[in-house]
């Protein structure tokens, strides 16, 4: 029976404390003035994990999840990106249709980083759907970079943009 107990509490004890040590070691590591997000609802193994991970991280030192149901179950505040369905509505330049941000057109701005930088063979419907992010969430800009192609499009639209927001001053 002892063997029986003891099997269970450690299942329930292990993975619980190897998350919130990971957090609170990645918190330390990052220092306390970064923010930490966990993202890992759609790795998780199951349900149940994707919840526990989400609990046991804001335990360990994370400022939250992209895991809504975590958000609301544990009051976690919650992040995201945007969505693949999000970048992959966006195919042309023309698309983006809100360019202005404080005065400035940061299109036009990450247009000519693209260029500066030689990332010109990208993806211009994920850096035009980038753009048009950027534009609506400037403080918060978080592009989702494996849509297409992560380094040889993603990670250089998202340089291109955020080099274009910094220019305006976010």
Same mark, same amino acid.
């Given at each position: 029976?002892?063997?029986?107990?003891?099997?269970?509490?450690?299942?329930?004890?292990?993975? !619980?404390?190897?998350?919130?040590?990971?957090?609170?070691? &990645?918190?330390?590591?990052?220092? !306390?003035?970064?923010?930490?997000?966990?993202?890992?609802?759609?790795?998780?193994?199951?349900?149940?994990?994707?919840? &526990?991970?989400?609990?046991?991280?804001?335990?360990?030192?994370?400022?939250?999840?992209?895991?809504?149901?975590?958000?609301?179950?544990?009051?976690?505040?919650? =992040?995201?990106?945007?969505?693949?369905? =999000?970048?992959?509505?966006?195919?042309?330049?023309?698309?983006?249709?809100?360019?202005?941000?404080?005065?400035?057109?940061?299109?036009?701005?990450?247009?000519?980083?693209?260029?500066?930088?030689?990332?010109?063979?990208?993806?211009?419907?994920?850096?035009?759907?980038?753009?048009? =992010?950027?534009?609506?969430? !400037?403080?918060?800009?978080?592009?989702?970079?494996?849509? =297409?192609?992560?380094?040889?499009?993603?990670?250089?639209?998202?340089?291109?943009?955020?080099?274009?927001?910094?220019?305006?001053?976010?």
């Amino acid at each position: 029976m002892v063997q029986i107990i003891e099997t269970t509490v450690l299942n329930l004890m292990n993975f !619980p404390t190897l998350i919130a040590t990971n957090a609170r070691r &990645m918190k330390t590591v990052a220092g !306390p003035n970064k923010i930490l997000v966990e993202f890992g609802l759609r790795r998780a193994q199951g349900p149940d994990g994707a919840m &526990m991970a989400s609990e046991y991280s804001y335990i360990g030192g994370f400022h939250g999840s992209s895991n809504m149901w975590a958000g609301k179950a544990f009051d976690v505040m919650t =992040y995201g990106t945007m969505a693949h369905s =999000y970048i992959c509505s966006f195919s042309k330049f023309e698309d983006c249709k809100k360019r202005i941000l404080d005065g400035k057109d940061l299109f036009e701005l990450a247009v000519k980083a693209r260029k500066e930088l030689k990332f010109e063979d990208t993806n211009d419907g994920e850096f035009t759907a980038f753009c048009a =992010y950027a534009r609506d969430h !400037p403080e918060n800009f978080v592009a989702l970079v494996d849509t =297409y192609n992560t380094l040889e499009s993603g990670v250089k639209n998202f340089i291109a943009v955020s080099k274009a927001l910094s220019d305006i001053g976010y």
